[in-house]
């Protein structure tokens, strides 16, 4: 039944997705008819369920949630389907903050002494991070659990889409301030506010590639979390530069995920917005996916 919108082994991961997260079936039930052990009640809820996959919606939001960095999250049409690549961004934070990533000659992990600290006291700031269209917030959260102490905060322009991130945080428990903000109208956001790292997975897909994608993605992802304008896809990008050359403390990062087809214009874009030092780093299936810079 799913044969015109996946391919054979796709549909069977899908369906089998279903089984196992919905009904409880094991590997071995499916393939042995196990089937026959869902009850009468929850066999009419099946029927509904699969007619939603037939007709393209995605499994994450039959499911009502996603998997990202081993943790689940609630997803629902309206907030974008966390995907395997931009966890490549949560494991880049830690690296940076932990110190193991030493690009600008700067460790992240040592503690700052203040001037105006005459006893000689080390005082520990909290590093500070902020994800710019956070969406489900799988991005902050996992970086706020995964490094236990910093300053989390994470922003979107849809209320829905913060309610829902509002929720994962108190379901996983993790220390995150949402704020409902626009990132195109911060060209004279002087709050004096300042972050360590700033991340963001910003619409970045042209208008012109929807030609080649599949309905289950067109017809119930959010476009606003997807798309941007063919005349100017790196709007986003620059305007989160801008915000961040602004309000990044010294040797601060700003780390994004790229559409692979902008790579390049990415890393000039960097440097001439004022960035010291820009690098473009491929995913696990070998597409330039990160764009970083620094000041």
């Known amino acids: 039944m799913l044969l015109p919108l996946y391919d054979e082994r796709e549909a069977r991961a899908v369906v089998r997705m279903l089984l196992e ?30 007619a939603r996959l037939v007709m393209g919606e995605p499994v ?27 966890e490549g961004l949560t494991s880049r934070i830690r690296e940076f903050l932990d110190g193991s990533r030493q690009e600008g000659h700067h460790d992240f992990s040592k503690q700052e002494e203040p001037a105006d600290n005459k006893n000689g006291d080390f005082i520990e700031e909290r590093k500070r991070i ?10 902050i959260i996992t970086a706020a659990l995964d490094n236990p102490g910093v300053y ?14 509002r929720h994962n945080s108190r379901k996983l428990r993790a220390d995150v301030v949402f704020r409902k903000r626009d990132i195109l109208k911060t060209d004279t956001d002087e709050t004096g506010e300042k972050w360590d790292v700033i991340v963001s997975n910003p619409p970045y897909i042209a208008e012109r590639e929807k030609e080649g994608m599949s309905r289950n993605v067109l017809d119930y992802e959010p476009h606003t979390a ?25 040797n601060g990062r ?14 000039v ?5 004022g960035f010291s030092h820009s690098e473009i780093e491929e995913d696990d299936y070998g597409k330039k996916r990160y764009a970083i810079g620094w000041k």
């Not at 997260?21 to 699969?50: F, H, P, R, V």
Request: with cysteine; aromatic share 12%.
């Open 130 to 139: 902020l994800d710019i269209g956070t969406g489900s917030g799988c991005i």
């Open 21 to 50: 997260e919905k009904y409880g079936l094991s590997y071995a039930d499916i393939i042995t008819d196990g089937i026959d052990k869902i009850s009468d009640n929850k066999i009419k809820g099946l029927g509904g369920n699969m």
């Open 60 to 86: 994450q939001y039959v499911l009502g949630y996603a998997y990202f960095a081993g943790r689940r999250f609630e997803v629902a049409p309206g907030v974008l389907i966390p995907r395997p690549e931009t």
């Open 226 to 250: 997807l798309f941007v304008s063919d005349a100017d896809p790196l709007l986003f990008y620059r305007a989160i530069c801008r915000y961040s050359l602004r309000h990044l403390n010294d």
């Open 152 to 165: 989390a905060e994470g922003w979107d322009i849809s209320s829905q889409a913060l309610k829902i991130a």
């Open 254 to 267: 700003i780390l994004f995920e790229i559409n692979p087809l902008f790579a390049d214009e990415m890393e």
């Open 269 to 273: 874009l960097m440097l001439s917005e």
